[in-house]
């Protein structure tokens, strides 16, 4: 019986003196009535950002009204929805008198359980608690749980950490301009930008981090992918994955792979090729950037860029270092971080990289503008961009060069990454 299972785990959790973490730059509130869903990439710090909360919230409340549970737990394998009730009645069952108090229950990794949110919907219904709530899926966005709950839920996207956090992790000042600083805040971006952002990685060396890394993208397919999915061609895969960390920050043509595949002799259609990059994208492996059109027909008709939810995924697919390519990821990232997922690219004679609508934000990014040819190329994209939208202002993104262009009622920002990353 999963009851007694529940018992032990709910005294496990009250027990444990959970740690203070690193503070995030995460804006995140737990509302009472809602379903708060933290949603991201394993490994990406949504479990942390939980057990800081209840390290918080043990300074103002007793143990016993904060519990965590963590349904990958291997005690509660296999588990179902009906399996979910047993953990509210195992709580009260210790705790009876709570039932006149405020309760906050914190539930990791709740996508693996088919159904759950008829669970929360009732629970949010019968009883006198917060929840918040982790997953792996951005299942956890989608139309048909926001109907089932009845617009009762609020979600928020852990990231891995933004440079600035990463500074903060290293224990770097990020407002000191000393020389001595900033060759510390340099180092530290040359390292960010090849072994990426993940919390437990921040310390280690990039060879550690790299096997850590494998691990975690391992953790991806076999946990997110083969099982959720029950994919049972696991080469396919495996070569889509490759191919996607390999070629970050780049354009992606399904008939290309799909061709690339059918050489090799691996019988796979395109529309699998679809249904595996939609998998991807759902357990916060990549995402996707479309071209910028006012007619939707041009949107689709044109390939999307692919993005890695952090760079040093690239490490597990290829030993080269590409700074242009990284750059631009990890400004992609940011990005997303400060504006949400309404990110662009633009294609006119020449190609805008990024494009934000709503602030009518024009970016282009690049690693050396020491090349007469590359800077024109960047400064000419950005200002048919600036006319063509009728933006006015747009930033040129690179490694060291700091300057301003201002014509024909146009101006071009020139920053280098560490500084426009840390505005």
Known sequence: MKKEVFKQIIADSIENRYAEVKERELPF??????????????????????????????????????????????RLFPLTLSDLNDFIDAYYELYPGKRREKVWFFIDEIQVVAGWEKFIRRVLDTENCYITLSGSSARLLSKEIHTTLRGRS????????????????????????????????????????????????????????????????????YRDLVERYNIRELFPMRYLINHLFRNLSTLLSINKLHTDLKSQGIPISKTTLYDYIGYLKDCFAIYTVPMFSRSLKEQQRNPQKIYLVDTGFALT?????????????????????????????????????????????????????SNKTTFDREVNGLIESMKSLKVKKSILVNAQ???????????????????WLLS
């Open 154 to 221: 609020v979600s928020t996207e852990v990231p891995t950490l933004s440079f600035k956090e990463y500074l903060n992790f290293k224990g770097i000042d990020v407002n000191a301009r000393s020389t001595r600083n900033l060759s510390y805040i340099k180092h530290a971006l040359n390292e960010y930008l090849f072994k990426g952002g993940f919390p437990e990685l921040t310390n280690m060396h990039l060879a550690e981090a790299r096997r850590f890394l494998q691990e975690y993208r391992d953790l991806i397919v």
């Open 401 to 419: 060069r700091e300057d301003h262009i201002s014509l024909e009622k146009m101006e071009i920002q020139i920053l280098p990454l560490w500084k």
């Open 317 to 369: 697919a290829s030993v080269e270092s590409d700074y242009t390519k990284s750059y631009e990821n990890v400004v992609y990232n940011h990005l997303r971080r400060r504006y949400g997922s309404e990110i662009y690219y633009w294609k006119g004679k020449q190609e805008v990289d990024f494009y934000v609508p709503e602030e009518k934000l024009l970016l282009n990014v690049t690693f050396d503008l």
């Open 29 to 74: 509130t737990i509302y009472h009535g809602k379903a708060n869903c933290l949603i991201g990439v394993r490994r990406g710090g949504k479990t942390s950002l939980m057990q800081a909360t209840i390290a918080s919230l043990r300074r103002k409340v007793k143990p016993e009204n904060t519990v965590y549970i963590n349904l990958e737990d291997d």
